[in-house]
């Protein structure tokens, strides 16, 4: 089935594919195929993703469909005294079929506490640790991953150091139709997915749509990768928010309709008003194509989502933007509408987890005067919010043997500047 669908993808690609002129990129380290070596009915492409306060959804596949969608769970090894049961569902795209998908809420949980667990009633025992409510909290941040030697390099780097949460601004399996690949990139990534929520966002990778035959967009994506859009009032898998500790982030998405007045527009406006900064003084937000970008590479795509939603990021005093797409590394001064700005957010492109389809070389010069660092290289970031007011930024390049820190800032939180309080935003029709 796997061979043979690879080869109905390598068609379609071939009919649909465009290359970009815009530059050439170095040849990537080769592709990485994970197979599942248990039984049918032993879970796989394990993942945990938080679902709302004091929740954590517990996510995974099988190939016996007889299999119940139940998580047993408690604090000591071995010893399961609670559990919940969840939904289970499948698809189809083309030829392929997949798995059994399993969705499990459960809760609800203490903050900073390591859960024991098992899917489906036996296998093997996986284990997680919910986030802390309070201050200090870590993020570990990669984009557009893929599932390369570079991307097993990327996740054991980030697999050795602790963190809390996982924050992923799209292009997760590059399956790109080839549904098998998703399936890979679950098992590649279930050693780190089943141990810290992994939240994400999607990219154009993600799309996996071909005009006439396939039509309905992120079927993959929005069937394994369930995020927690319901309780932030959301009604798209694309777009939804949540809160860690002291952190309200927002994860937008720039594959969705997002000009004024759709619904992903008014959600967002809806959304940021409804943070507290009292108890969230950090704010950031995740999305996939970039909104200032020196890089010759997907220069201006997306400018559109820019020019419709900056100016609510601005208002809320969002700290900072983080996006992929771009396979390299870039950070920016805080700024808005294309000038530096002390109240706008800092953005920072990090679409350099691992991809196959290798590095983009070329910015232009003379480099932009609200481009801080940028680099060509693969690696990941790490998000230390310290309290209230500080938080560090750091960027770890990849090396063969380890991680080096080639860009690293110190962040104070806007809402402790009495220069930049929050604005309210008015609907179109108040203006």
């Known amino acids: 089935m796997v061979t043979s669908f690879t080869h109905l993808f390598l068609l379609l690609f071939l009919l649909t594919a465009t290359a970009s002129p815009e530059y050439t990129r170095p040849a990537p380290r080769p592709l990485v195929f994970w197979h599942h070596s248990g039984s049918d009915s032993d879970p796989q492409q394990v993942h945990v993703s938080l679902s709302g306060k004091g929740y954590m959804r517990v996510s995974w596949i099988t190939s016996d469909k007889n299999v ?86 990327t996740l054991s780097h980030i697999g050795a150091r602790d963190y809390d949460v996982l924050l992923l601004p799209g292009d997760l399996s590059y399956a790109d139709m080839d549904q098998p690949l998703w399936d890979s990139f679950g098992r590649l990534v279930e050693p780190y997915a089943s141990t810290r929520p992994w939240m994400v966002t999607q990219g154009n990778h993600e799309v996996e749509t071909l005009p006439v035959i396939y039509r309905n967009a992120f079927m993959a994506y929005n069937t394994r990768w369930l995020m927690p859009y319901r309780a932030s009032k959301s009604t798209s898998n694309l777009y939804y928010s949540f809160e860690v500790a002291g952190a309200h982030i927002i994860m937008l998405g720039s594959y969705a309709d997002f000009y004024i007045g759709s619904d992903q527009y008014r959600w967002l406006k809806a959304d940021v008003a409804s943070i507290d900064r009292r108890r969230t003084p950090w704010v950031f937000a995740l999305l996939h194509a970039p909104w200032y970008n020196s890089n010759f590479a997907h220069r201006g795509e997306g400018e559109a989502m820019r020019v419709a939603m900056e100016e609510v990021l601005y208002k809320a005093r969002v700290d900072a933007v983080f996006t992929g797409h771009v396979h390299a590394y870039e950070r920016f001064t805080r700024v808005y509408n294309n000038k530096a700005d002390v109240c706008g957010p800092v953005h920072v492109t990090i679409g350099d987890g691992g991809n196959r389809e290798g590095l983009a070389n070329s910015f232009e010069n003379p480099r932009p005067s609200i481009s801080v660092y940028r680099e060509s290289s693969f690696g990941h970031a790490r998000l230390r919010v310290l309290n209230s007011t500080h938080a560090h930024w750091s960027w770890h390049r990849n090396n063969d043997t380890g991680s080096f820190v080639a860009d690293e800032l110190w962040l104070e939180s806007l809402a402790s500047s009495k220069a930049c309080k929050p604005i309210r935003v008015l609907s179109k029709s108040q203006k």
């Open 68 to 153: 119940q969608p139940t998580v047993q769970y408690g604090k000591t090894r071995g010893k399961y005294n609670l559990s919940a049961t969840g939904e289970t569902t499948s698809y189809h795209y083309l030829i392929y079929k997949s798995g059994q998908i399993h969705h499990v809420r459960i809760g609800p949980l203490d903050p900073g506490t390591t859960y024991y667990y098992r899917c489906g009633g036996s296998g093997p025992e996986f284990h997680f640790r919910t986030p802390p409510s309070a201050f200090p909290v870590e993020f570990a941040i990669a984009g557009d991953l893929g599932q390369t030697e570079w991307t097993v390099s």
